[in-house]
C-alpha cells in the first residue's frame, strides 16, 4: 500500500511538472489530411498521369499478345479438320506456349505497374514528409498529426496545414 502511494505521489508530481513545463512553452499543433493531398495535388496528380501512360504502354502490348493468342485459336478451330496428327498437335503446343507467355507477360506487367505505383506513392510521401517538417520548423509546431492516422475526430481549422502543404509542395515541383 506505501508503495502505491509512493506511485501515486511521483505520478501527480510529474504530471504538475509537465503542465508547468508546458505553460512555459506554447504548444502549438497542426493537422493535415493525407488523403486530401493525394486527392488535390498537382504534383500527384503528374505522377498518376505518368502511372496512366505506363498502363496505357503496357496495355497495348498485352492487346497485341492476346489478339496472336486468339489468331491462333481461331487458327486452330477453323483448320482442326484439315490438320494432321502432327500439325495439330504443333498448333496445339504452339497455342499453350503462347497462353503461358500471356499469362507471365500479364504477370510482369502487373508486377511492373504496382513496383512503379509504389515508388511514386513513396516518393510522394518522402516529399510530403519534407514539406511538413518545413512548415512545422518554420511556423514553429510543436506536433502534427496526420488527421486520419491520429484517429482526430475534431480539429478546429486553424489547425488545419493540409492546404499550405499542398501549395509549398506544388509549388516546389
Known sequence: ?????IFCFLIFAGSIFFVANLDAQTLR??????????????VIQEYRGTLGKEIEAKRK?????????????ERSK?????LSLDERKRLEERLARELKELQRLKEDIDMEL????????????R??????????????????????MAGIAYHEEPFDITQKIINLYDSKK
Do not use: C, P, T, W
Not at 500500500?1 to 502511494?5: C, E, G, T, Y
Not at 477453323?78 to 484439315?82: K, L, S
Open 61 to 73: 502490348l498485352l492487346a497485341e499478345k492476346q489478339d496472336s493468342v486468339r489468331l491462333i485459336e
Open 29 to 42: 499543433i497542426g493537422v493535415f489530411d493525407m488523403q486530401r493531398i493525394m486527392r488535390d495535388s498537382k
Open 78 to 82: 477453323r483448320e482442326d479438320q484439315g
Open 127 to 148: 516529399e510530403i514528409n519534407e514539406i511538413i517538417r518545413e512548415i512545422a520548423k518554420k511556423e514553429k509546431y510543436s506536433i502534427v498529426f496526420e488527421k486520419a
Open 1 to 5: 500500500m506505501k508503495r502505491f502511494l
Open 114 to 125: 504496382r513496383k512503379i505505383d509504389r515508388e511514386l506513392s513513396q516518393r510522394a510521401i
